[in-house]
T-cell receptor
Framework: AQKVTQAQTEISVVEKEDVTLDCVYETRDTTYYLFWYKQPPSGELVFLIRRNSFDEQNEISGRYSWNFQKSTSSFNFTITASQVVDSAVYFCALSRGSTLGRLYFGRGTQLTVWP | DSGVTQTPKHLITATGQRVTLRCSPRSGDLSVYWYQQSLDQGLQFLIQYYNGEERAKGNILERFSAQQFPDLHSELNLSSLELGDSALYFC?????????????????FGPGTRLTVL
C-alpha cells in the first residue's frame, strides 16, 4: 500500500526565517514519483516539483529546495527566507510507477508566515 | 493558471439532489482525474479517465459517476447527495498516463468546485 505522511500539521514562522516541511512516504514499488503541491488560501492546487525514484539529486529553485533521501523514504521541502506569500497548505504526494497515475496525498502542512 | 477549467466554482444544493461538475483539461491532455478534498478525508482520488475510457477507480461512491467525452472534457455526476458530500472537488489533467506503461506525467489541477449540501 502507498502512504504519505506529513507529520507537521501546522507551522508558523516569521518572515525571513527558513522552514522545512517534512514528508515521509511508504511504497513497495521500485519506480515511483514524488510531488509537492501548494494550496494557497484561494484554494487551487499548484504544482511545485516532481522527482522520480531513480533521481536522488537535490533540487533548488529560487528560495525553494527539496531533499530526497531514499534511505529514509523522505522528500523534504525547504523554503529559505520565507515570505508572507508563502503562507499556504503544502501537500506531498506519491504516484506509483505503473499504469495508474493516481496521486496519494499526505494530509498537508499549513504554513503561516507572519510579517 | 494551470489551463484546467472547472465549472461551476461554487454549488449549493440540498440533500437528495443531483449535480454535475464539469472539467475541461489542458489542451493536449488525454487523462482526466477527479479528486475530493474534505476535512475528514483529505485529498482522495475518485476516478481517472484516459481518452474517453475509464482507467482507474479510487474511493468513489456508487452514487457518483463520471465520464469523459470525445472532446476530452469530463463530467462528475453526484446523486442522492448527503451532507457528507460537501467538499472541494478537483479535476486534474495530464498528457497521458505515461509512455511505456510508466506513469510519468505531472497532473495539473483546476481551481476546484466547492460543493455545499444543505
Amino acid at each position: 500500500a502507498q502512504k504519505v505522511t506529513q507529520a507537521q500539521t501546522e507551522i508558523s514562522v516569521v518572515e525571513k526565517e527558513d522552514v522545512t516541511l517534512d514528508c515521509v512516504y511508504e511504497t513497495r514499488d521500485t519506480t515511483y514519483y514524488l510531488f509537492w503541491y501548494k494550496q494557497p488560501p484561494s484554494g487551487e492546487l499548484v504544482f511545485l516539483i516532481r522527482r522520480n525514484s531513480f533521481d536522488e539529486q537535490n533540487e533548488i529553485s529560487g528560495r525553494y529546495s527539496w531533499n530526497f533521501q531514499k534511505s529514509t523514504s523522505s522528500f523534504n521541502f525547504t523554503i529559505t527566507a520565507s515570505q508572507v506569500v508563502d503562507s499556504a497548505v503544502y501537500f506531498c504526494a506519491l504516484s506509483r510507477g505503473s499504469t495508474l497515475g493516481r496521486l496519494y496525498f499526505g494530509r498537508g502542512t499549513q504554513l503561516t508566515v507572519w510579517p | 493558471d494551470s489551463g484546467v477549467t472547472q465549472t461551476p466554482k461554487h454549488l449549493i444544493t440540498a440533500t437528495g439532489q443531483r449535480v454535475t461538475l464539469r472539467c475541461s483539461p489542458r489542451s493536449g491532455d488525454l487523462s482526466v482525474y477527479w479528486y475530493q478534498q474534505s476535512l475528514d478525508q483529505g485529498l482522495q482520488f475518485l476516478i481517472q479517465y484516459y481518452n474517453g475510457e475509464e482507467r482507474a477507480k479510487g474511493n468513489i461512491l456508487e452514487r457518483f459517476s463520471a465520464q469523459q467525452f470525445p472532446d476530452l472534457h469530463s463530467e462528475l455526476n453526484l446523486s442522492s447527495l448527503e451532507l457528507g458530500d460537501s467538499a472541494l472537488y478537483f479535476c486534474a489533467s495530464s498528457v497521458d498516463f505515461g509512455t511505456s506503461g510508466l506513469s510519468t506525467d505531472t497532473q495539473y489541477f483546476g481551481p476546484g468546485t466547492r460543493l455545499t449540501v444543505l
